[in-house]
């Protein structure tokens, strides 16, 4: 295939093409979801607010942004233009069009969203089929703007930097890094002003509507109503939007980065333009997947949704194939590719798993609700914080694998194999917040009941799907992240210019970063398992004193002495019998990393995991144990003083007439600062604290099998040989001349 | 002075000696405690249970440790004897003596804590001061007991080691690394079983005392009133003495341990021997400076128990000066040790900031009580999140500062200078509770009104120094753990026998873990920041729709429209307004790592900031984002469905008559449920999807700017000359000869 791997311009243009034929089926899309029925009047109307609210708030949003872009740019220019900076000037031009891009993904997805949600509520009035094709479509005119924008800009930019600037690829690559950047300055500000905005505007509607005013969630007579649903669209459409826009175009950029500079073969710069082309197309094909019957249930309708996810996946897995034989890419790169695809479906099954009330940890998080809103606010943070193990492992096994098929390169086209789907995923996520709309537009245009059914089918779908898209765009942010990272270190010390590999060797060990999340994951799950405990055994205690005061005679009127000890003892014993389980963890992960390390020295084991596995665990549970420590003991600290506080009466409010109140026990603001110490209990007296052995506990470990690790290695003449087994080439296709620097050990005096 | 740098011996005899004094001021202590009278025959009653409950909690966690204990001992040996394995089988000894040691004090601490907590309520009843003097005599006894008992045991060990086995000093420090493993393998028990135990029974009592029996805290009637107290005793006395045993050791084994492997001379063994025994002594000193007046206010005990910490921190500050000089280590050592008790002042210090009642932030706390029970606990966990800052940026300032100054080794010395002051930090923190059980027995034996005054006096005190001590001990636990890391890595990859750089370099380079922490601080930082912005908006749209409510005639009645463009336009403000910091910090901080490292090329600035600093932020932000967003994300789904869960009348439970029951909306567990939604939603929609962002921001920053940094390491020559900048050394008081190894890149095929 001479004229794919002969430069990369071919395959710019196939990409652009890719582009183009997307751009085409959203305009069409769009087209086709504005041909629909807005409704009757008192719709129209509402739904006109909501479009007003949200263009204005976008466009004032992009006006702020815009002043940042300017400013960067002009930063850029300057850096490129000062002799010897070894920054190309272009980087200022791929900024502005990657900020310019990944805006106009997210007002054009915004523009379509907010229109869609009304024709939603109309079409949803006819039949829950035509409901969902119109919210889908929405969604599809988003994704297919994100993902055809972002490929469009990089290829048109490379085209232009190498064919018409004649830069060298390493350059334009470099440059091109400038694109990612200007998406990302957009989506920072996207997803936390409009972050901001959403819940503002929600919980500020629902704390005055609901406790002082005692009106329905969405009442037209609450003046926040509108502005709380042009929240769902900016937060969640376009925050989505420019979010994947970003993780999209930096995936892309930094494989070819990486390939550019590591001086590997033109395929391995082209492969990922073309897996991106290909994901587009198949895209548009599955978004045909997916429609429903009437009266379909909740299962039926998520199935829809997954027939498309799912179709697209192994349409694009054949693809990525075909691609890597055709560029000779070899297995190594194939097998990398698919693992990303493959690891960013599971994690959108467990982030599932872990959300919704389909599944037990949704379900015994309700149950939690009997013991009061400490516990289920407990609860929930403990569910969090457990529900990180399957994404951060998943992330660990897919960096691992894919860095041992195809190096650095490996990681990197994982994070684009992860991403080839995008433009059906994120249609069935920006699908979420229309349905939301459609609902709230029928509820205050008070459509008949049976529309309200269908619209609430329809969101609540939403909200799966919603939880989905959040935890394959957290996936997906972070293996775009380490690939970014890869590239930097490649850049910094100097990539094929210089091959210095002290520094670079060491901190792009596939081992070293998978043993941080490892690391990081520990005082998590430990927190989690901690603070479970705690409600655990606290129920247990529930349980007798009720038990007490049902059968000791007298007890309730003060006349008989409880029974302490029982209570003490079930104390005990729970404590006992819930402490085994977080300790032994924490003992026990470093010293299997460990055993792992000194058993894999001569096999495959050791491709995955070795004494820099050991160290990684070590630095990233040393990291996020300190933080979460610190969190929750000040945390813990301050509501039970906040709580003091209001006791002594030194908290002061105004009543209705606007006369001032002593806020005292029993009061409001008292009781809720009760749920705040509740919570905070577990957090300063239970997770907290012990996180402090943690963060000792993995070190002392390492250090205690040190020699036995050390010897291990110099048994296996790792040692002496001087870390052979550390290096890691970028090379992995076509390597280059071996190079022998000197380093030379200079004491600081 | 030859005696003392001539041989360990003399050091750790003068270990042992200042070991024994403390040893007897804590046995002197013990004995004036008991010699006080314990009141009448209802409080020994009362304190009988909790002794008895107490030591029949620790009897039983002990004898479950003691499993773990005999299987990793057996473990030990069984790999000390394996040939070739490098470990020594003294390890195993080493081990079991730590876990004694470790035990005997948490034990020792606890038997005192539960006698004196009914002696601090009689005394109370006589003075404050008294009551002050009993409560904090009980804690000396437990401080000194932990530090006296660490040092002892690392003494006899090391003297054993070295004089009768004749173990070279490398062996025998590897060797009592196991003193610290046997520590912290009962410290991660005792805390993690403590704080379940603490918390369970607390919670438990609170939860069916006040909400279902209404009967008040503490109260006699509550069967799991004693558990209640017995609690505080398990988790916060035997947990933080078993925690702060293992810092203490650690850090010293830690700093025995560099000094070893690098064969730096033996005044760098002996020395923090020195530190800590001059530490315990002046520790007994300082603790006579503990002593009010009666009728004192709150500042005025806070401040005398201040005295005594400070007073023992000037003293222990001359008395490293003089050591330093003494040994003749020079000044580089003096200020890293320095540095790191300075460090621990200050953690203490803004530990209280963020958590006392007395500063702004627990009061704007307690103030956001009125916006209800979700908005305190938000904001509750954006404090914590936030109160990160302060001890993070203070241990990155440390280990900069003390590595700068003293390489590795002046980073362990740091860990032993901020724990050396332990003796008097630990005894005002260990005072918390004994003041808190005081309370709880003067109200449960019904003393006088004046009695309780002064036990809530000297309770309130507790709360903060507890608060403090936390703090002090994480921020602690990080330095130890930091120190312990550097030793494992120095004695895995060579130390003095095979000098291998090419890792241990690069991982122990100190910009690039700093650069890490601050990385990891980022998004706390950010998630906290997006966190209050959310709860400042909402109150605006809440003042506005009561202004609407209160101004538009007919609004009430349903019969006129509201304002919703207002409602909009504030959103919109303050969404914008708000955006601005968080997007600021994120995008800054990589850029001004990025500006510090180029302008630090000449100059002092490029020994704290370096382009490891920006590989060190891109791993830390990478690590902590990806955590929390999952997290986040994760927890405010599982919530929101949760809620929907019991909407949908999934949730049944049983009435008083046993009979079954399904609950709905505004059912107590629904209102439950809406809290845990009020958290979630800034979880889910602000601070999670806004890391996503976060994560590759700061890679593409990086990844942009990255030429810019290569070519200006390129132009000062640190590219061609590899890396001479990125070489620490444990060699900064005795230099070794230079070496130079050859590295050989091998690419893999």
Same mark, same amino acid.
């Given at each position: 295939?001479?004229?794919?791997?002969?430069?990369?311009?071919?395959?710019?243009?196939?990409?652009?093409?890719?582009?183009?034929?997307?751009?085409?089926?959203?305009?069409?899309?769009?087209?086709?979801?504005?041909?629909?029925?807005?409704?009757?009047?008192?719709?129209?109307?509402?739904?006109?607010?909501?479009?007003?609210?949200?263009? =204005?708030?976008?466009?004032? +949003?992009?006006?702020?942004?815009?002043?940042?872009?300017?400013?960067?740019?002009?930063?850029?220019?300057?850096?490129?233009?000062?002799?010897?900076?070894?920054?190309?000037?272009?980087?200022?031009?791929? /900024?502005?069009?990657?900020?310019?891009?990944?805006?106009?993904?997210?007002?054009?997805?915004?523009?379509?969203?907010?229109?869609?949600?009304?024709?939603?509520?109309?079409? =949803?009035?006819?039949?829950?089929?035509?409901?969902?094709?119109?919210?889908?479509?929405?969604?599809?005119?988003?994704?297919?703007?994100?993902?055809?924008?972002?490929?469009?800009?990089?290829?048109?930019?490379?085209?232009?930097?190498?064919?018409?600037?004649?830069?060298?690829?390493?350059?334009?690559?470099?440059?091109?890094?400038?694109?990612?950047?200007?998406? #990302?300055?957009?989506?920072? /500000?996207?997803?936390?002003?409009?972050?901001?905005? !959403?819940?503002?505007?929600?919980?500020?509607?629902?704390?005055?509507?609901? !406790?002082?005013?005692?009106?329905?969630?969405?009442?037209?007579?609450?003046?926040?109503?509108?502005?709380?649903?042009?929240?769902?669209?900016?937060?969640?459409?376009?925050?989505?939007?420019?979010?994947?826009?970003?993780?999209?175009?930096?995936?892309?950029?930094?494989?070819?980065?990486?390939?550019?500079?590591?001086?590997?073969?033109?395929?391995?710069?082209?492969? $990922?333009?073309?897996?991106?082309?290909?994901?587009?197309?198949?895209?548009?094909?599955?978004?045909?997947?997916?429609?429903?019957?009437?009266?379909?249930?909740?299962?039926?309708?998520?199935?829809?949704?997954?027939?498309?996810?799912?179709?697209?996946?192994?349409?694009? =897995?054949?693809?990525?194939?075909?691609?890597?034989?055709?560029?000779?890419?070899?297995?190594?790169? *194939?097998?990398?590719?698919?693992?990303?695809?493959?690891?960013?479906?599971?994690?959108?099954?467990?982030? +599932?798993?872990?959300?919704?009330?389909?599944?037990?940890?949704?379900?015994?998080?309700?149950?939690?609700?009997?013991?009061?809103?400490?516990?289920?606010?407990?609860?929930?943070?403990?569910?969090?914080?457990?529900?990180?193990?399957? $994404?951060?492992?998943?992330?660990?096994?897919?960096?691992?694998?894919?860095?041992?098929?195809?190096?650095?390169?490996?990681?990197?086209?994982?994070?684009?194999?992860?991403?080839?789907?995008?433009?059906?995923?994120?249609?069935?996520?920006?699908?979420?917040?229309?349905?939301?709309?459609?609902?709230?537009?029928?509820?205050?245009? +008070?459509?008949?009941?049976?529309?309200?059914?269908? !619209?609430?089918?329809?969101?609540?779908?939403?909200?799966?799907?919603?939880? !989905?898209?959040?935890?394959?765009? *957290?996936?997906?942010?972070?293996?775009?992240?380490?690939?970014?990272?890869?590239?930097?270190?490649?850049?910094?010390?100097?990539?094929?210019?210089?091959?210095? #590999?002290?520094?670079?060797?060491?901190?792009?060990?596939?081992?070293?970063?998978?043993?941080?999340?490892?690391?990081?994951?520990?005082?998590?799950?430990?927190?989690?398992?901690?603070?479970?405990?705690?409600?655990?055994?606290?129920?247990? *205690?529930?349980?007798?004193?009720?038990?007490?005061?049902?059968?000791?005679?007298?007890?309730?009127?003060? @006349?008989?002495?409880?029974?302490?000890?029982?209570?003490?003892?079930?104390?005990?014993?729970?404590?006992?019998?819930?402490?085994?389980?977080?300790?032994?963890?924490?003992?026990?992960?470093?010293?299997?990393?460990?055993?792992?390390?000194?058993?894999?020295?001569?096999?495959?084991?050791?491709?995955?995991?070795?004494?820099?596995?050991?160290?990684?665990?070590?630095?990233?549970?040393?990291?996020?144990?300190?933080?979460?420590? *610190?969190?929750?003991?000040?945390?813990?600290?301050?509501?039970?003083?906040?709580?003091?506080?209001?006791?002594?009466?030194?908290? @002061?409010?105004?009543?209705?007439?606007?006369?001032?109140?002593?806020?005292?026990?029993?009061? +409001?603001?008292?009781?809720?600062?009760?749920?705040?110490?509740?919570?905070?209990?577990?957090?300063?007296?239970?997770?907290?604290?012990?996180?402090?052995?943690?963060?000792?506990?993995?070190?002392?470990? =390492?250090?205690?099998?040190?020699?036995?690790?050390?010897?291990?290695?110099?048994?296996?003449?790792?040692?002496?040989?001087?870390?052979?087994?550390?290096?890691?080439?970028?090379?992995?296709?076509?390597?280059?001349?071996?190079?022998?620097?000197?380093?030379?050990?200079?004491?600081?005096?």
């Amino acid at each position: 295939m001479d004229f794919l791997t002969d430069n990369v311009t071919v395959a710019s243009i196939i990409a652009i093409i890719a582009s183009v034929v997307g751009l085409a089926f959203a305009w069409s899309q769009r087209s086709w979801v504005l041909s629909q029925n807005a409704g009757n009047e008192k719709m129209t109307k509402i739904a006109g607010a909501i479009q007003k609210g949200a263009q =204005a708030f976008l466009r004032r +949003e992009y006006r702020a942004v815009a002043v940042l872009v300017v400013v960067v740019m002009i930063a850029l220019i300057i850096l490129g233009l000062i002799p010897d900076s070894g920054m190309s000037p272009w980087t200022a031009l791929a /900024f502005v069009t990657g900020a310019i891009a990944s805006g106009a993904a997210g007002y054009g997805g915004m523009y379509i969203a907010v229109r869609a949600n009304v024709r939603t509520a109309q079409a =949803a009035s006819e039949s829950l089929n035509k409901g969902l094709r119109v919210a889908f479509s929405s969604g599809t005119v988003m994704a297919n703007l994100v993902v055809s924008l972002a490929l469009l800009g990089i290829g048109i930019l490379f085209i232009f930097f190498t064919n018409v600037l004649n830069l060298d690829t390493a350059t334009a690559a470099s440059a091109l890094a400038g694109f990612g950047f200007g998406g #990302t300055s957009i989506a920072i /500000f996207a997803r936390v002003g409009g972050g901001i905005y !959403t819940k503002a505007a929600d919980v500020g509607a629902d704390l005055v509507g609901k !406790t002082e005013l005692n009106i329905p969630e969405d009442s037209p007579q609450n003046p926040a109503t509108i502005a709380d649903n042009v929240g769902d669209n900016v937060g969640d459409v376009a925050g989505m939007g420019s979010d994947l826009f970003e993780s999209y175009a930096g995936s892309i950029i930094a494989a070819i980065t990486l390939a550019a500079l590591s001086n590997m073969n033109i395929a391995a710069e082209v492969y $990922p333009l073309l897996v991106a082309a290909l994901g587009i197309l198949i895209g548009i094909v599955a978004s045909f997947l997916v429609q429903t019957k009437e009266g379909a249930t909740q299962e039926q309708l998520l199935w829809s949704l997954r027939k498309g996810v799912y179709g697209a996946s192994a349409m694009v =897995a054949v693809g990525i194939v075909a691609l890597g034989l055709l560029l000779d890419l070899g297995w190594g790169v *194939i097998l990398a590719t698919l693992s990303g695809l493959i690891g960013g479906v599971l994690i959108g099954y467990f982030t +599932e798993y872990f959300t919704s009330g389909s599944y037990k940890p949704t379900q015994q998080l309700a149950s939690s609700a009997e013991g009061g809103a400490g516990i289920i606010v407990i609860r929930g943070l403990a569910l969090g914080m457990l529900s990180t193990l399957a $994404p951060v492992m998943i992330v660990v096994f897919v960096t691992l694998f894919a860095s041992w098929a195809g190096g650095l390169y490996g990681i990197a086209v994982a994070a684009v194999g992860m991403l080839s789907t995008l433009g059906i995923t994120l249609a069935t996520d920006a699908y979420g917040p229309v349905a939301d709309n459609a609902g709230g537009i029928a509820e205050m245009s +008070e459509l008949g009941e049976s529309v309200r059914d269908r !619209t609430d089918a329809l969101d609540s779908l939403g909200n799966t799907t919603a939880a !989905t898209g959040k935890g394959f765009a *957290i996936g997906s942010a972070a293996m775009t992240a380490l690939a970014l990272m890869a590239a930097f270190i490649t850049a910094v010390k100097g990539g094929n210019v210089i091959p210095d #590999t002290t520094f670079a060797a060491v901190l792009l060990e596939p081992k070293l970063i998978t043993g941080m999340f490892v690391g990081a994951l520990l005082p998590f799950v430990f927190s989690a398992l901690s603070m479970l405990a705690v409600g655990k055994a606290a129920q247990e *205690i529930v349980a007798e004193v009720k038990r007490q005061w049902k059968t000791i005679p007298g007890l309730a009127e003060g @006349k008989a002495d409880p029974d302490y000890e029982t209570c003490v003892g079930i104390s005990t014993d729970s404590a006992i019998k819930q402490m085994i389980l977080p300790g032994l963890i924490a003992v026990g992960v470093p010293v299997l990393v460990a055993i792992l390390t000194i058993v894999g020295q001569d096999n495959i084991i050791g491709e995955f995991v070795g004494s820099e596995t050991l160290v990684g665990v070590l630095i990233g549970s040393l990291i996020t144990a300190f933080m979460l420590a *610190i969190m929750m003991s000040n945390a813990g600290g301050a509501w039970d003083n906040a709580k003091k506080y209001i006791e002594g009466g030194y908290l @002061k409010g105004k009543d209705e007439n606007g006369n001032e109140i002593v806020y005292r026990k029993k009061s +409001e603001p008292h009781k809720a600062a009760v749920v705040g110490d509740t919570v905070g209990d577990p957090f300063k007296d239970t997770a907290g604290p012990s996180l402090n052995i943690l963060l000792k506990l993995v070190a002392i470990v =390492a250090l205690v099998l040190a020699p036995l690790i050390y010897n291990s290695l110099e048994l296996d003449g790792v040692n002496s040989s001087t870390n052979t087994d550390t290096t890691i080439t970028t090379e992995q296709v076509t390597p280059t001349p071996e190079v022998t620097p000197s380093v030379e050990v200079t004491p600081e005096s």
